[in-house]
């Protein structure tokens, strides 16, 4: 499940702020300046010279927060799910082990 906002920022006029996630989701305030390609979806250029896709960024810090709560919930499931794969994996091994000397881990 995805938090998708649906702001058309082309009607947008420039500058404005926005928020975005960095790497490890620390919500950071940015300034927009220009668009910077008008391709579906749009992308916006900062005052720093990067480009954001639509999507990617917030009109509140509370809305920039509750995507990177989504998107670790969504982490969570897929490691989750990992884990359980591995265990199956470890437990085919396991039954044609013939070595008395296995160690569990």
């Known amino acids: 499940m995805r938090l ?3 702001v ?5 006029s420039y500058p404005f702020n926005a928020w975005v996630l960095g790497g490890t989701f620390i919500p950071k305030q940015i300034t927009f300046v220009r668009l910077a390609w008008s391709h579906e979806p749009p992308w916006h250029r900062s005052e720093s010279g ?3 896709r639509d999507g990617t ?3 509140t810090k509370e ?3 509750a995507h990177g709560r ?3 919930e969504e982490q969570e499931a897929r490691i989750t799910k990992q884990q359980a ?3 199956k ?3 085919n091994l396991d039954k044609h082990d013939d070595s008395a000397a296995r160690v569990k881990p």
Not at 8 to 12: A, G, P
């Open 4 to 6: 998708i906002i649906e």
């Open 8 to 12: 058309d920022m082309t009607k947008r």
């Open 50 to 52: 990067k480009d954001y």
């Open 57 to 59: 960024f917030f009109l």
């Open 63 to 65: 809305e920039a927060v």
């Open 70 to 72: 989504l998107l670790l």
């Open 85 to 87: 794969v591995i265990a």
């Open 89 to 91: 994996k470890r437990a």
